[in-house]
């Protein structure tokens, strides 16, 4: 793995801390599964009974649909999904998970990332996307971003057009693709899956 690649990689794993930490914030702190009865109103919905397999393979199949929704060529990471704890009411990971799936798109043109993220713009919506942030980041570079949630399935998408970056690394485009938090079928442990 070429430095480029490793530094990518420990930026893209931050970014992936950095959202579950503010999932920590409102966590109801570390300790047991939340009762049942308290889950609907931590989180605001009823988490879906699903095999972890079965969720992981969604968020990577949605990952593929975003990338194609670029338009732009460029090669994928290939990092999988991976199911991780809902900190907000199970922070242990026993019995709810959330499936988060960080992931650039490497030897991409910079000048074809105003293409992906119009491309994007015009996209997402058709696709069941609700864009509730469209806009410069927050940062020095002000590289462009956009966040959006699926209407449908609740997933959360963050897509960063990282044209401007410190020091000699190469411009890509960031996504960092986050599930709704579910619930693991009776009897499976979500963090042996």
């Known amino acids: 793995m070429t430095g480029q690649r490793k530094a990518t990689v420990t930026a893209t794993l ?39 397999p079965q969720a992981e393979d969604e968020v990577n199949r949605i990952s593929s649909r975003l990338l194609e929704a670029m338009g732009i060529p460029g090669t994928p990471s290939t990092l999988p999904a991976a199911a991780g704890p809902c900190d907000a009411v199970d922070p242990e990971f026993t019995t709810y998970y959330t499936v988060d799936h960080p992931w650039a798109l490497w030897e991409a043109d910079a000048d074809d990332f105003d293409t992906a993220m119009e491309n994007l713009r015009s996209r997402l919506p058709g696709m069941g996307w609700r864009i509730t942030k469209d806009g410069p980041q927050n940062s020095m570079a002000r590289n462009p971003e956009i966040k959006a949630v699926h209407t449908t399935s609740g997933h959360r998408v963050a897509i960063e057009a990282l044209k401007k970056r410190s020091g000699d690394l190469k411009p890509q485009i960031s996504i960092t693709l986050v599930s709704p938090c579910y619930e693991a079928p009776e009897g499976s442990d979500p963090s042996r899956s």
């Open 14 to 52: 931050l970014i992936l801390i950095l959202l579950r930490g503010c999932s920590l914030m409102e966590s109801t702190g570390s300790g047991p599964v939340a009762k049942p009865s308290k889950v609907r109103k931590i989180l605001g919905y009823t988490p879906e009974v699903r095999a972890v």
